[in-house]
Structures are given as structure tokens and as C-alpha cells.
């Protein structure tokens, strides 16, 4: 259950990320309300994980989670550079939270 939380945490953090985006660009309560729940969630989610988680663990992946999601909705929705390098290194840090977690 842990992993589990921790991956809706991950994926609160990357909703958050994107409503600073939103915020940046609309300026209203909404969007503040939303980025405020996202990264709510986030932390609630990633408490709960790091209940039964190593804290090192769970914070890496919690962060490859929240930074490859920015980057790749990024990519999607707001027409950042899709360069290969980019996928590359987002390839490299997914990978280093699995190694993580094959160690931990």
C-alpha cells in the first residue's frame, strides 16, 4: 500500500506543478485552490508512504515521480523542447528510482 501511496503522491506533485503553471496564467482562486490541494495531497500521500518506506526511498521517487511528470507534461501540453536528450535523461532518472527501489 505504501508503493501505492506513493505514486499518487508523485502524481499530486506533477497536478501541483502544473497548476503553478496555471496560476502563472490565469491568476484565479481556483487554480490557487487547486495547486494548494495538489501538493497537499502530495505531502499527505508521501507521509503515509514513508510510514513503512526507507525516507531516502521515498523521497527520490517521489521526486523522479513529480520531475519526469513536469517535464513530460511539459513536453505535451505547453510545447517544450521534445529533444532526444531530454527523454534520455528522464529515461535516467526513472531508472535510478527502480534501482532504488531494487536495493531497498
Do not use: Q
Amino acid at each position: 500500500m505504501a508503493w501505492i501511496s506513493l505514486i499518487f503522491a508523485g502524481l499530486c506533485e506533477v497536478f501541483g506543478v502544473v497548476m503553478i503553471n496555471k496560476l502563472h496564467k490565469d491568476r484565479n482562486w481556483l487554480s490557487l485552490v487547486l495547486l494548494i490541494l495538489g501538493f497537499g495531497a502530495s505531502f499527505l500521500f508521501l507521509a503515509y508512504a514513508m510510514k513503512s518506506l526507507p525516507m531516502g526511498t521515498a523521497y527520490s521517487i517521489w521526486t523522479g515521480i513529480g520531475a519526469s511528470g513536469g517535464t513530460i507534461l511539459g513536453m505535451l501540453l505547453y510545447g517544450e523542447s521534445k529533444d532526444w536528450k531530454r527523454l534520455v535523461f528522464i529515461a535516467m532518472v526513472l531508472f535510478a528510482a527502480i534501482g532504488l527501489k531494487l536495493v531497498s
